[in-house]
Structures are given as structure tokens and as C-alpha cells.
């Protein structure tokens, strides 16, 4: 993966994400709420799970944007920072090493009436809502690398804009690739 990004290219990264979480409507509910055993994520966890966290890295950019270095240049490579590419490739499936998961991401345990359809739908708006800011952020010009915001879980710790998207694309992607290994594991069962 090249270093350097582009809108468009992150704009596309957000789009073919909004591609296969729409598919998930596709997934059969028997499927898509099964737990390939009593320790492990659901489908429709997963899929809670990367909202939740969405959601949370969404309002940290949203609160770095009301505060954008004023700047008459139009940049239009970006850098992600050293530590956070590292993280990424990390996070890259498949693979090696879990994490575990931090209580403002888990998942809520199963409402009374599960709704797949609600949950794929929220999910996809979340890359509508990434592509957006991407969208506004290149029409105004503004710097990914100089637009900076609090990390929504670690506070103290300061990131791009740029750190925030190559970070959600790269957790996204590793949260993709077990929902599929999810699937996988309960159709072989």
C-alpha cells in the first residue's frame, strides 16, 4: 500500500467499503446472529462493533474540522504518520494476534428484537458519512496532514486527519475479513 493518499483514492477505499457492508444485507439471518461459539462476534456484533467505533472516530474528525489551519495551498498528497502506517499494517488482515476490545467498542448484548437490516444500514452510513467529510474536507481545501484532533479514546494522544481515515479503512478491513471468517466457520459447522 502506497504511503501517500490521495482524496480520491480514500474517498474509493470508503466507497468499496460502503459496497461490501451493503452486501451483508445478503447474508441470511440464521447466519448473520449465529456465534461460531459462545466466546466469539456474531455478524451483526461485528457489524455493531465497527459502528460503534465509526461513530466515535467520525465525531473526533468532525470536532478536528471546526478547528482547520487556515491555508491558501491545495495539497493533494497525504501522508499518514509513522506510528499510525505501522499500526495499519498491523491491523491488516489476516491476522495474527487479537486484540481485545475496549468497552466503549463492544457491542451491546443482543437487543430483544435483532434488526440486520437496521444494523447493515447504520453501518453503510457510516461510510456515506466518511465519504462526506472527505468529500467537504477536498472542496475546501483543507490539509489532512495540518488538521489535527484528539484520539476518541486515548485523549491525550493528538492525529492527523489523515491518521484518523487510514486508521478506520484499516480497521474496517481487518473487521471485514472476520466477519467473512465468521461466516465461514458456522456454514463449515
Known sequence: MPHEKNFQDLIQLFNISKYKADS????????????????????????KHLILFNNQYIRSIEKAAEKVPVTSESK?????????????????????MKIKTIKPFRPEPGS????????????????????????????????????????????????????????????????FWQLEQTLEKIQNS
Open 112 to 175: 430483544s428484537e435483532p434488526d440486520k437490516s437496521e444494523s447493515v444500514s447504520r453501518l453503510g452510513k457510516t461510510q456515506d458519512a466518511m465519504i462526506d467529510l472527505l468529500t467537504g474536507f477536498r472542496e475546501n481545501r483543507i490539509d489532512l496532514e495540518k488538521t489535527r484532533g484528539k484520539n476518541p479514546v486515548f485523549s491525550f494522544i493528538k492525529m492527523s486527519v489523515i491518521d484518523f481515515f487510514i486508521l478506520l479503512d484499516a480497521h474496517q478491513r481487518r473487521h
Open 76 to 96: 493533494e498528497l497525504f501522508k499518514a504518520s509513522f506510528l499510525i502506517r505501522l499500526s495499519a499494517r498491523y491491523l491488516e488482515p489476516p491476522y495474527k
Open 24 to 47: 451483508y444485507h445478503e447474508i441470511p439471518d440464521e447466519r448473520y446472529f449465529m456465534k461460531p461459539a459462545p466466546d466469539q462476534w456474531s455478524a451483526d456484533d461485528i457489524c
